[in-house]
């Protein structure tokens, strides 16, 4: 089996292509922990492995509530996506709590 246009990162039982005497061979990178990699799963696919990279956390987002308890959010993007088995990507977004403290909270209206 030949792993020639599909390499996949992680564990992936739909990566896969038909080898000797119908079995199955795999093209993701947890196959060399299982030990059922194509033949050319190394040379295809490990010397091609690009890793993710993401851009630097944009800004925080306002209070959701303006009085009393909320939350503010923050994110980043993706500028290198990860192939052939590569590091994943972290997280994209992040959360907070926040009390909101808008001047008019607490008068009556």
Same mark, same amino acid.
Do not use: F
């Given at each position: $089996?030949?792993?020639?246009?599909?390499?996949?990162? &992680?564990?992936?039982?739909?990566? #896969?292509?038909? *080898?000797?005497?119908?079995? @199955?061979?795999?093209?993701?990178?947890?196959? %060399?922990?299982?030990? /059922?990699?194509?033949? /050319?799963?190394?040379?295809?696919? @490990?010397?091609?492995? !690009? &890793?993710?990279? !993401? &851009?630097? #956390?944009? +800004? #925080? =987002?306002?209070? =959701? =509530?303006?009085?009393?308890? &909320?939350?503010?959010? @923050?994110?980043?993007? !993706?500028? !290198?996506? +990860?192939?052939?088995? *590569? /590091?994943?990507?972290? /997280?994209?977004? %992040?959360?907070? $709590?926040?009390? *909101? %403290?808008?001047?008019?909270? *607490?008068?009556?209206?």
């Amino acid at each position: $089996g030949s792993c020639r246009h599909r390499c996949c990162p &992680g564990r992936n039982n739909a990566c #896969w292509a038909p *080898g000797a005497r119908r079995a @199955r061979c795999y093209c993701d990178s947890y196959c %060399q922990r299982t030990g /059922d990699c194509c033949q /050319d799963y190394l040379a295809t696919c @490990r010397r091609a492995a !690009v &890793g993710c990279a !993401v &851009g630097p #956390w944009g +800004p #925080w =987002s306002g209070c =959701s =509530s303006p009085c009393g308890v &909320g939350s503010r959010a @923050r994110s980043r993007q !993706v500028t !290198v996506p +990860p192939r052939h088995g *590569g /590091d994943p990507c972290p /997280d994209l977004k %992040q959360r907070r $709590g926040c009390l *909101g %403290q808008h001047p008019t909270c *607490g008068t009556a209206e």
